[in-house]
């Protein structure tokens, strides 16, 4: 039906363009407000896990109920901070989007800003670091746009202590932080994970290299984006903004520190000897200065060649006082000193070439050479840069396979932004890639598909309709043929005074196709006529007279006037 309404809008807007175009009237047009473009209806329901097998934690938010009962709002204070900011505090609804919202979908939305904020919930059961892959998806989308702040999650990691959600603030131990984060002009996609070293127990977060692509417009279009992580087995990652990758690469390679410390590392005790020379060329010490060498020589000489500008006013200064400056009310003598007026320019300078004593410009002395050195030449006991000697390392150790990361029983968002209103949606954390983008197809495509409809302009719906229905070529064409036809018409149909003009041309050539005078023959004209007539009547009754007789000649003619009238006369003499 909307498709039907815009065909027949069109229609109409044609045929009344057409039903106004006259040839003696102006065509005035009305502009009038596009009314705003109706919301296109793409089918949503919540999704469903058809695996749960394969998966750990599944969330879309749709239900305010479930969601209440199954994340937990911390309540906890951070450490070494000022009192009014020290507790997490910050909002959390579950609501509809600010815009382009699928019907029945919901979101999860940090309402506050400029305030610490965390929620969490527990895994349907922890995920171990083993010989599956680990696949975190969600989506994010900054309403408000980011001017200062984070839109990660963190996957919690299970400790020998039970895990409190209630006190879950930004020392709460973590596996893997991952999503988007953006300050000024710095905007990052956040991949960290938490190495335990294997000799002491010690945990060290490994951060990810950045990604290849701009994240510029990704955090500040304001729209729905999908974050998905897939970390595999043989220690290699990928990381995919809306179904694209944009970041892949190895565990051991691409993380800074390295997961591995090096083998071998510099002795801390080693010193570089006294007689180490590490310079690679010295001055040559058999070189002397020549004779003629002169250090004193100035850089710049007097120019002796220049002489005075016509016009210099000597007696003028380049600064006067200003005349119109008044000593401040406020001004005490004992204090501040005799007062004086501030210096201007001098006005009368300012057509001037300059005031003041002259003096000639300095020029390049061209016998200026500067201190003489030594030319340099290669150090015989050059032994190259010291450094200092390896040694095995005692911290030393070799980790290959960091995928076997610290066991995951929770996700949870700790934020602090300076934007209200983010919403995160649709998070899933499964073992089955397949899994990740069925759930991706029910909610993430289908939002921006709506988007893409809704942003479609009147021609680009109907393009896609006659994709589907190619009948409505037809329509299109009855559609613009006929005020085609309808403006061709009322273009070409002669005016009154047309048609007048018209019929006198074809009145004044009947009158030439006959013997009538027209009236714009004058009348020497017409006297010339009548003596060419008088002359061969008189030359046809001198040849009958002599016996001849008259024969006429038809000739090509090359004028409107009939054959009879182009006929040529010729005397025949008779046998």
Same mark, same amino acid.
């Given at each position: 039906?909307?498709?039907?309404?815009?065909?027949? +809008?069109?229609?109409?807007?044609?045929?009344? *363009?057409?039903?106004?175009?006259?040839?003696?009237?102006?065509?005035?047009?009305?502009?009038?407000?596009?009314?705003?473009?109706?919301?296109?209806?793409?089918?949503?329901?919540?999704?469903?896990?058809?695996?749960?097998?394969?998966?750990?934690?599944?969330?879309?938010?749709?239900?305010?109920?479930?969601?209440?009962?199954?994340?937990?709002?911390?309540?906890?204070?951070?450490?070494?901070?000022?009192?009014? %900011?020290?507790?997490?505090?910050?909002?959390?609804?579950?609501?509809?989007?600010?815009?382009?919202?699928?019907?029945?979908?919901? +979101?999860?939305?940090?309402? *506050?800003?400029?305030?610490?904020?965390?929620?969490?919930?527990?895994?349907?059961?922890?995920?171990?670091?083993?010989?599956?892959?680990?696949?975190?998806?969600?989506?994010?989308?900054?309403?408000?746009?980011?001017? !200062?702040?984070?839109?990660?999650?963190?996957? %919690?990691?299970?400790?020998?202590?039970?895990?409190?959600?209630?006190?879950?603030?930004?020392?709460?131990?973590?596996?893997?932080?991952? +999503?988007?984060?953006? !300050?000024?002009?710095?905007?990052?996609?956040?991949?960290?994970?938490?190495?335990?070293?294997?000799?002491? +127990?010690?945990?060290?977060?490994?951060?990810? $290299?950045?990604? =290849?692509?701009?994240?510029?417009? &990704?955090?500040?279009?304001?729209?729905?984006?999908?974050?998905?992580?897939? %970390?595999? #087995?043989?220690?290699?990652?990928?990381?995919?903004?809306?179904?694209?990758? &944009?970041?892949?690469?190895?565990?051991?390679?691409?993380?800074?520190?390295?997961?591995?410390?090096?083998?071998?590392?510099?002795?801390?005790?080693? $010193?570089?000897?006294?007689? /180490?020379?590490?310079?690679?060329?010295?001055?040559?010490?058999?070189?002397?200065?020549?004779?003629? /060498?002169?250090?004193?020589?100035?850089?710049?000489?007097?120019?002796?060649?220049?002489?005075?500008?016509?016009?210099?006013?000597?007696?003028?200064?380049?600064?006067?006082?200003?005349?119109?400056?008044?000593?401040?009310?406020?001004?005490?003598?004992?204090?501040?000193?005799?007062?004086?007026?501030?210096?201007?320019?001098?006005?009368?300078?300012?057509?001037?070439?300059?005031?003041?004593? /002259?003096?000639?410009?300095?020029?390049?002395?061209?016998?200026?050479?500067?201190? /003489?050195?030594?030319?340099?030449?290669?150090?015989?006991?050059?032994?190259?840069?010291?450094?200092?000697?390896?040694?095995?390392?005692?911290?030393?150790?070799?980790?290959?396979?960091?995928?076997?990361?610290?066991?995951?029983?929770?996700?949870?968002?700790?934020?602090?932004?300076?934007?209200? =209103?983010?919403?995160?949606?649709?998070?899933?954390?499964?073992?089955?890639?397949?899994?990740?983008?069925?759930?991706?197809?029910?909610?993430?495509?289908?939002?921006?598909?709506?988007?893409?409809?809704?942003?479609?302009?009147?021609?680009?719906?109907?393009?896609?309709?006659?994709?589907?229905?190619?009948?409505?070529?037809?329509?299109?064409?009855?559609? %613009?043929?006929? #005020?085609?036809?309808?403006?061709?018409?009322? !273009?070409?149909?002669?005016?009154?005074?047309?048609?007048?003009?018209?019929?006198?041309?074809?009145?004044?050539?009947?009158?030439?196709?006959?013997?009538?005078?027209?009236?714009?023959?004058?009348?020497?004209?017409?006297?010339?006529?009548?003596?060419?007539?008088?002359?061969?009547?008189?030359?046809?009754?001198?040849?009958?007279?002599?016996?001849?007789?008259?024969?006429?000649?038809?000739?090509?003619?090359?004028?409107? $006037?009939?054959?009879?009238?182009?006929?040529?006369?010729?005397?025949?003499?008779?046998?």
């Amino acid at each position: 039906m909307r498709i039907l309404s815009i065909i027949l +809008g069109l229609l109409l807007a044609l045929s009344s *363009t057409s039903a106004n175009t006259d040839d003696d009237e102006a065509v005035v047009e009305t502009v009038q407000d596009e009314p705003p473009k109706p919301s296109v209806d793409i089918p949503y329901q919540s999704p469903v896990v058809q695996e749960k097998g394969n998966v750990y934690f599944a969330e879309h938010f749709d239900d305010a109920a479930k969601v209440e009962k199954r994340w937990v709002r911390s309540e906890a204070k951070k450490e070494d901070i000022s009192e009014d %900011l020290v507790k997490y505090e910050g909002e959390w609804k579950v609501e509809k989007p600010l815009k382009d919202g699928l019907v029945g979908d919901q +979101g999860l939305v940090l309402k *506050t800003h400029a305030k610490h904020a965390a929620i969490a919930s527990l895994l349907s059961r922890p995920f171990v670091f083993q010989d599956k892959p680990l696949i975190v998806q969600y989506e994010v989308t900054l309403q408000d746009g980011q001017q !200062c702040g984070g839109a990660y999650l963190k996957l %919690l990691s299970k400790t020998s202590q039970q895990l409190n959600l209630k006190q879950f603030h930004d020392k709460t131990p973590y596996t893997i932080m991952f +999503g988007p984060d953006k !300050c000024g002009g710095d905007y990052k996609l956040h991949f960290i994970f938490n190495h335990r070293n294997p000799l002491n +127990g010690s945990i060290e977060e490994k951060h990810c $290299k950045k990604p =290849d692509v701009r994240l510029e417009d &990704v955090i500040n279009d304001k729209n729905p984006h999908l974050y998905t992580l897939i %970390l595999k #087995p043989d220690n290699t990652f990928e990381i995919l903004i809306d179904n694209k990758v &944009v970041n892949s690469g190895s565990l051991l390679d691409d993380f800074t520190p390295a997961v591995n410390p090096p083998a071998e590392i510099e002795d801390p005790d080693d $010193k570089k000897p006294e007689d /180490w020379d590490e310079r690679e060329k010295i001055p040559d010490p058999t070189a002397t200065k020549p004779d003629d /060498w002169d250090e004193e020589a100035p850089a710049q000489i007097v120019d002796e060649t220049a002489t005075k500008p016509q016009g210099w006013l000597d007696d003028e200064q380049p600064h006067i006082p200003d005349p119109d400056a008044k000593k401040p009310a406020d001004w005490d003598t004992d204090m501040d000193g005799e007062w004086e007026p501030p210096l201007i320019d001098n006005p009368a300078c300012a057509s001037a070439p300059g005031c003041g004593t /002259w003096e000639p410009p300095l020029v390049s002395n061209p016998l200026f050479k500067g201190k /003489w050195k030594a030319p340099l030449i290669d150090n015989p006991n050059y032994k190259g840069k010291w450094r200092p000697k390896l040694i095995p390392n005692p911290d030393f150790f070799e980790d290959k396979t960091p995928f076997k990361m610290t066991t995951v029983e929770a996700v949870g968002f700790e934020l602090w932004s300076m934007s209200r =209103d983010i919403l995160f949606d649709n998070i899933i954390i499964t073992e089955d890639i397949s899994v990740a983008r069925q759930w991706s197809a029910d909610t993430f495509e289908k939002k921006r598909q709506k988007i893409a409809k809704d942003s479609e302009s009147v021609i680009d719906q109907l393009a896609s309709l006659t994709v589907e229905y190619p009948i409505l070529w037809g329509v299109y064409i009855l559609a %613009l043929g006929i #005020p085609v036809v309808l403006i061709l018409y009322c !273009c070409c149909k002669p005016s009154s005074t047309a048609r007048k003009e018209k019929e006198e041309l074809q009145r004044q050539a009947e009158k030439k196709k006959t013997d009538e005078l027209t009236e714009d023959v004058g009348e020497e004209n017409e006297e010339a006529i009548n003596a060419e007539e008088q002359e061969e009547d008189r030359e046809e009754e001198e040849a009958e007279e002599e016996g001849e007789e008259v024969v006429e000649d038809e000739v090509p003619s090359t004028s409107e $006037k009939p054959p009879e009238e182009n006929a040529r006369k010729r005397k025949v003499r008779k046998e």
